[in-house]
């Protein structure tokens, strides 16, 4: 049963315009979370991250919105760029508590020139 | 400053083989984990060293699966023998203390991975 899950396992768009990855969790005892950008090839790398406490974390061109009651959380980027084409991981953690990350399936996103 | 490597990147071999994967994590980095990802599903761990101590092998298959840290540096992976729903990227990671704020506020640098496909 997955505890994270990204529904749509592919996104595609304009250059310049913004993308919004999705993420839905279902243990209500994951209060850290992050995304990670994996492009092929290589392994996964840390891109931002987001505690409970917050509603809200921007780093950049990367803003990730976390709606507890929901058990949502996104990723914004703005303006998108066509390096930013890659799949993205969504991972939950328990902050104090496992320090290992549950992560969903990946979106892969596709930025058109 | 060298990141995760792993060793080999691709491995093709028959069903009832035996493959050993290696990772060498970041030079200082005492924690390591093993990862895997069948294609097009989620990252799965599998286990976690605390220099050459395993702290958590929970993720861990089944018995098939031999995971190693000699000497708290590099870590070998053996799956003898291997089974067909093996196949995967198996991804190897290393990260500093998590002190006491928590282990998820520590970055885990990820390796590129090794690709088996077991035939």
């Known amino acids: 049963d997955q505890q994270v899950k990204q529904n749509s396992p592919s996104l595609s768009v304009q250059e310049g315009r913004i993308s919004i990855l999705n993420c839905d969790y279902t243990?209500?005892?994951?209060?850290?979370f992050l995304w990670y950008k994996k492009y092929p090839a290589e392994g996964p790398t840390f891109l931002i991250s987001?505690?409970?406490?917050?509603d809200k974390n921007e780093d950049g061109r990367f803003t990730v919105f976390l709606n507890k009651s929901a058990k949502h959380l996104s990723l914004h980027i703005v303006p998108s760029q066509p390096g930013d084409s890659a799949v993205y991981f969504c991972a939950a953690s328990v902050l104090g508590g496992s320090y290992i990350p549950t992560f969903g399936r990946g979106t892969s996103l596709i930025v058109h020139p | 400053e060298a990141g995760v490597t792993q060793f080999p990147s691709h491995s093709v071999i028959e069903k009832g083989q035996t493959v050993t994967l290696r990772c060498d994590p970041i030079s200082g980095h005492d924690n390591l984990y093993w990862y895997r990802r069948v294609m097009g599903k989620e990252i799965k761990f599998l286990l976690h060293f605390v220099k050459e101590s395993k702290q958590d092998e929970s993720g861990m298959p089944n018995n098939r699966f031999l995971a190693e840290r000699t000497g708290g540096t590099y870590s070998t992976l053996k799956v003898q023998p291997a089974e067909l729903e093996d196949s995967g990227v198996y991804f190897c990671?290393?990260?500093?203390?998590?002190?006491?704020?928590?282990?998820?506020?520590?970055?885990?640098?990820f390796g590129p991975g090794t690709r088996l496909l077991v035939l």
């Open positions: 243990n209500s005892m994951f209060d850290y």
């Open positions: 990671a290393s990260s500093l203390n998590p002190g006491r704020a928590g282990g998820p506020l520590v970055t885990q640098y």
């Open positions: 987001i505690s409970s406490i917050k």
